[in-house]
């Protein structure tokens, strides 16, 4: 789980139903509530790096509240009471207290820790459940009265469709046009899905895979791009590519969180091969072709259903990094980006080079853009439940 559902969950853990917030009035602004990391432990103040950026020293009295709790917690029926000297650099805390006159520091009331290592572990597990009871992949049709979304999951090996129900427990998130981070996106509603759209939901899935009743959702609006690279520029992290489908040049920011991988070349050309129609051994497995309206198409899911082909993400992150200096003008490049906003270009979230064989494969861009599609939610950029599914 994201810190920032974290420390929300930390939030009402603290102040509602625990008399944590239940003492007598305070005078207006002497109360103050930091949220943070924990940088440093010295006597008997806790330093924090504050969400916000600060630096703050929570100081433990004898009268302070001090209690460790486990990701997740709703309330404090399964806090213990923890010492001061149990708190550790990188442990979560959330204080409540009074401010000194310079705001540097807070005499404390409450304190409340929340261990590294037991986030650690937290989100790793939602990771696996992203991982073993997920599925990912482009929104084919919407039933909002009845809760049902329909989506095109596609891997290198076949095709099928998969139904996800919400209902009213489900979590429901949505991806900010601007950013390529699960913490950053925000809670959202069925409305806002759209055909188009990718979406990976985790919850329990059927025998074979085409249904999951979904405890949470992440989606959001993403470009799809294949074309050449006409410039970089290093100092401003951004490349400008012509788009073989729109033939407009799209200026695109790369971001410390963009993944940019080359694609070896016997891999390219297998890959065209199954563009083209099949390649020897391949099974008659052709890459399906997405389109708005088209015949949904199997994602990839983390598993290897019927015996097919793995993560298409799992191969991805074994390729090698490249840079934006190594991209060179006319380098061939596939591209998953954010949508973008009125002040903010679109950002790579996966950038792939090596790909001139796909490309000669699929002349206008449209089906060689889309292979990328179902690979942004699982990756690194984008990746939900890690922080990313």
Known sequence: MPNKMLMACLAGVLLAGTGFGQAAPEPAGTIVKPVGTVKAVAGNAITLTTDAGATV??????????????????DLKGAVPAQLQDVQVGDRVLARGTASADGGSVLATAVLVMKAGDIAAKQQ???????????????????????????????LAGSKAATV????????????????????????????????????????RNADGTELAAVEIVSGTFRNVAGTVISTDASKQEISVMDLMTKQTVVLRVAADSQLRELPAMMAQRIAMRLKGGAPGDQGAAVPTPTPGAKPTEAA??????????????????????????????????????????TSSPTAITLLTGVEPILTASPKGGQAAMLLSPWNLSGTGGEAGGGNP
């Open 301 to 342: 899911t983390g598993q290897r259903p019927g015996g097919g082909r793995g993560d298409f993400q799992q191969m991805l992150s074994r390729l090698p990094a490249v840079t934006i200096t190594d991209l060179q003008k006319g380098s061939a490049v596939m591209i998953v980006a954010t949508e973008g906003s009125a």
């Open 57 to 74: 020293n929570v100081v433990v009295g004898e009268s302070t509240r001090l209690l460790r709790t486990a990701p997740g917690q709703k």
């Open 125 to 155: 597990q939602e990771r696996d459940d992203w991982q073993k009871q997920g599925v990912g992949g482009l929104v084919t049709a919407i039933d909002t009265a009845n809760g049902n979304i329909t989506i095109s999951l596609s891997t």
């Open 165 to 204: 129900h919400v209902s009213k427990e489900t979590v429901v998130r949505r991806y900010a046009p601007d950013s390529v981070k699960f913490d950053d996106a925000k809670p959202g509603t069925l409305d806002q899905i759209k055909t188009g759209d990718q979406l990976r939901a985790r919850g329990t």
